[in-house]
């Protein structure tokens, strides 16, 4: 089975800093991995995929992430943050052997603060 | 395309109601998903289709919620009667495949039931 972790609730980080929002998955094969933003109010907002090729994604809005086979995981991030990036941020992942849609993470809240 | 569109906006309900979801996914796009999000449960996979067809609906919670498909543009998702506990944010999402194609939410639905 399919699963992905969110390990951190709440990630805050001062405007201009980098930031990192991470995320680790489990399936049996190699991952398809996505990661989502949910403004307040809003529908969730696809930013960039890991399919195949290349490590490092980039994506919609300075963000890009980092596919790593031997640690599972796929964290997103940002050289700098700007307080217009506070939202959630949501990881999938799905196993292309399966005919199962994306399992999605409990989803990481980030503040950016000014 | 305007993307994924779901009416109402905000439904606000008495314990007991029927209450009708709609969603129109974007068009071409072979399969639907219905989502209920809440604070406590996070995003949750209702149900969802592949042209039209109920593919999984495990996810349903109760037998008070049906989910139908009766035409590529055109889904509902129906409550009754509608409970408190039913009160959330309701997202459906499109996508032309499951294999490594990205999902695309609509604004969603907040649906209070008093």
Same mark, same amino acid.
């Given at each position: 089975?399919?699963?992905?972790?969110?390990?951190?609730?709440?990630?805050?980080?001062?405007?201009?800093?980098?930031?990192?929002?991470?995320?680790?998955?489990?399936?049996?094969?190699?991952?398809?991995?996505?990661?989502?933003?949910?403004?307040?109010?809003?529908?969730?907002?696809?930013?960039?995929?890991?399919?195949?090729?290349?490590?490092?994604?980039?994506?919609?809005?300075?963000?890009?992430?980092?596919?790593?086979?031997?640690?599972?995981?796929?964290?997103?991030?940002?050289?700098?943050?700007?307080?217009?990036?506070?939202?959630?941020?949501?990881?999938?992942?799905?196993?292309?052997?399966?005919?199962?849609?994306?399992?999605?993470?409990?989803?990481?809240?980030?503040?950016?603060?000014? | 395309?305007?993307?994924?569109?779901?009416?109402?906006?905000?439904?606000?309900?008495?314990?007991?109601?029927?209450?009708?979801?709609?969603?129109?996914? @974007?068009?071409?796009?072979?399969?639907?998903?219905?989502?209920?999000?809440?604070?406590?449960?996070?995003?949750?996979?209702? @149900?969802?289709?592949?042209?039209?067809?109920? @593919?999984?609906?495990?996810?349903?919670?109760?037998?008070?919620?049906?989910?139908?498909?009766?035409?590529?543009?055109?889904?509902?998702?129906? @409550?009754?009667?509608?409970?408190?506990?039913?009160?959330?944010?309701?997202?459906?999402?499109?996508?032309?495949?499951?294999?490594?194609?990205?999902?695309?939410?609509?604004?969603?639905?907040?649906?209070?039931?008093?």
């Amino acid at each position: 089975a399919q699963s992905v972790a969110q390990p951190e609730d709440q990630v805050n980080v001062a405007e201009g800093n980098p930031l990192t929002v991470k995320c680790t998955y489990s399936v049996s094969g190699n991952p398809y991995l996505f990661w989502y933003v949910q403004y307040p109010n809003r529908g969730l907002q696809f930013l960039l995929k890991y399919i195949t090729g290349d490590n490092l994604v980039k994506g919609s809005y300075g963000f890009e992430a980092e596919f790593n086979k031997s640690q599972t995981s796929f964290h997103l991030k940002k050289p700098s943050a700007l307080v217009s990036d506070s939202a959630l941020y949501f990881c999938a992942v799905r196993d292309p052997s399966g005919n199962t849609p994306l399992v999605f993470g409990k989803g990481t809240r980030l503040s950016v603060i000014a | 395309d305007a993307g994924v569109i779901q009416s109402p906006r905000h439904e606000v309900t008495e314990m007991g109601q029927e209450v009708t979801l709609r969603c129109k996914p @974007i068009s071409g796009h072979d399969y639907l998903f219905w989502y209920r999000q809440t604070m406590m449960r996070g995003l949750e996979l209702l @149900i969802y289709f592949n042209n039209n067809v109920p @593919i999984d609906d495990s996810g349903m919670p109760e037998d008070r919620f049906s989910a139908k498909m009766p035409n590529a543009s055109f889904s509902t998702l129906k @409550i009754q009667p509608s409970e408190p506990r039913d009160s959330a944010v309701y997202f459906c999402a499109s996508s032309l495949a499951l294999h490594s194609y990205e999902q695309y939410f609509g604004p969603g639905t907040r649906l209070t039931v008093t």
